[in-house]
């Protein structure tokens, strides 16, 4: 008698919901019975004899309880609007197949599509300075430009700006949760989660209303990097998080990138330290294409459209053009007061302006009123 699919999976999500259940006992079990079902079907003797199966174990296990947890957790899902793919799905992404931790079920809010087999995972500090938002804005859009997924955390500072830099341009971009989807954290990215589903996808391999405690976040790093051709870290200090994600993308075989900074920043630390042991510099997204084949097909493809494409570049005049001038290279930001001293103009005479620029999405107004050039 066959196996019957809808129950099979019901088993593997249930077996997914046992909190000592990981990857490798997981797989112990399946060598050993062949199915889910046939796991639950097991009485909690014959479980426990398994490897590593203690009988503590086996008797959370054993029974038929499991699949009426399974049950309500799907029902969760769906009516969260969540989808469950487990690891014998057809939709199970291939790139968590070819790591040897891969999670036993994903939780997807939004699609997975086969455009994001061209992504780039870009992680980083949750205390950015104005010269790693710009940096990572920048990237998000140059990524966007030529068609290709960003990966990245959903967490506060530098993934928060790739998700909005992505969405922003209209393009794909995964983040993968440490924690529940029926969990909003931070919870200032609510929002913002909703754009996400909308233009790509929230990942998780936790159950829907598990919270984002500490020790998740190092399970999610390594599918951030498994779902990502390369790994881009912008801005860290030497304890990091964005660090463990570039140690599990060399460990599965990926490349890492690096975005140098200034020397006297504590944020430059892990970024340099990264160069030293061997990842590459990188200043632009035409770094990364370089180094990896199907991205630079990406990129001559782009390259190819934009030819075809007439060449729109905005005219600034007057006290536009200027302001414009003097924040070209200035990542830090620089004041009204500070522009007006320059430009030799008063407050009244260079505000107009400012909020001209800024509806244009030509600048953008810091905290502490400083404006930036975004990166266009």
Known sequence: MGICLEQERQAIIGLSLVTEIGPRRFKNLMDRFGSGSAVLAAGAT???AVEDILPRIAGKIAGPRLLDEAG????KARAS???IITCADDGYPEAFRNIPDSPIVIYVRGKISEEDSLSVAIVGTRHPTSYGRAAAER???EFADCGVT??????R??????HCASVSAGARTIAVLGNGLNRHYPPEN???EDKIVRQGALISEFAMDVSPDRGNFPRRNRLISAFSLATLVVEADEKSGALITAKYSAEQGKDVFALPGPVFSIYSRGPHMLIKQGAHLAETASDIFEEIKPLAEALRKSRLKADER???LPAFEGVEEKIMEMLENDFNGVSADRLSAALKLSPAEIFPSLTILEIKGFIRCLPGKAYIRNIK
């Open 139 to 141: 990237f998000s859009r």
């Open 190 to 192: 609510r929002k913002l």
């Open 46 to 48: 014959e479980i426990a």
């Open 157 to 162: 500072g530098i993934d928060t700006e790739v």
């Open 150 to 155: 960003t990966v990245s955390g959903l967490a």
């Open 81 to 83: 609007g969540a989808e």
């Open 72 to 75: 309500r957790e799907i029902e």
């Open 310 to 312: 007439p060449m729109e």
